[in-house]
């Protein structure tokens, strides 16, 4: 069956551009999170998503992140004006549980590689 | 900040031998997950534990849960070069912390 699905792969943006990066979850799967992943490093928590609802949003770095996820099924994360600090792995996670359950279960996206330059 | 620490952070080993990497907090967590995350791909949850005590085993894969849910263990017995990966471990309600990782690699 479909997994969860991140586009694009690869971003390169020049210092200052804007971008927008895609996550389209398994269908019907009630929550959906982002994490940044540096290089060498764990993922670490950006926000998280229950249907359209953001329940979370204390991981995102600074006001120039942005996510939304407007009819509880594909999700978007904005950047704008784009740091080189930037640079790293966005990836995408839903799951079929609300985060109420205690093991509720994450599927993750092949993320999207950011480059600022 | 992440307030899972595990170790050790890389670990290189022939094929068949035994190996425990650890995730180790401060904090009580009602649950732990380990993932093993290949490059260019997304972590895959391996388990999920709930229960302080707890032992579950995936094949050659065995987890422990801390008595006090603050600490976990993975151990693999007789490691295959398929177990090569970075194994991460992660806890939490919504937002999810994760660890560093081990980064493991199985020399055949």
């Known amino acids: 069956g479909a997994g969860v699905s991140q586009s694009p792969r690869y971003k390169v943006a020049k210092r200052g551009q804007d971008v927008a990066l895609r996550c389209d979850p398994i269908s019907g799967h009630v929550s959906l999170f982002w994490y940044q992943q540096a290089l060498g490093q764990g993922p670490e928590f950006l926000t998280y998503f229950q249907n359209e609802a953001q329940l979370d949003k204390s991981g995102l770095p600074s006001d120039r992140f942005f996510a939304e996820r407007p009819e509880g099924s594909v999700s978007t994360l904005k950047i704008q004006r784009t740091q080189q600090e930037d640079s790293a792995v966005y990836l995408c996670?839903?799951?079929?549980?609300?985060?109420?359950?205690?093991?509720?279960?994450?599927?993750f996206g092949p993320g999207t590689r950011l480059t600022v330059t | 900040t992440q307030l899972l620490e595990q170790s050790p952070q890389f670990l290189s080993i022939q094929e068949g031998e035994n190996l425990t990497v650890y995730c180790n907090s401060s904090?009580?967590?009602?649950?732990l997950q380990w993932y093993r995350q290949e490059p260019g791909e997304g972590p895959v949850l391996l388990v999920t534990v709930v229960t302080g005590g707890e032992v579950k085993k995936l094949k050659r894969l065995t987890f422990q849960f801390g008595d006090a849910r603050k600490d976990s263990s993975l151990h693999i017995t007789a490691a295959q070069p398929g177990d090569t990966g970075l194994y991460l471990c992660?806890?939490?309600?919504?937002?999810?912390?994760f660890g560093a990782g081990t980064r493991l690699t199985v020399k055949p």
């Open positions: 992660a806890g939490g309600e919504g937002d999810m912390r």
């Open positions: 996670a839903s799951s079929p549980q609300a985060t109420t359950s205690r093991s509720y279960e994450q599927y």
């Open positions: 904090s009580v967590f009602s649950s």
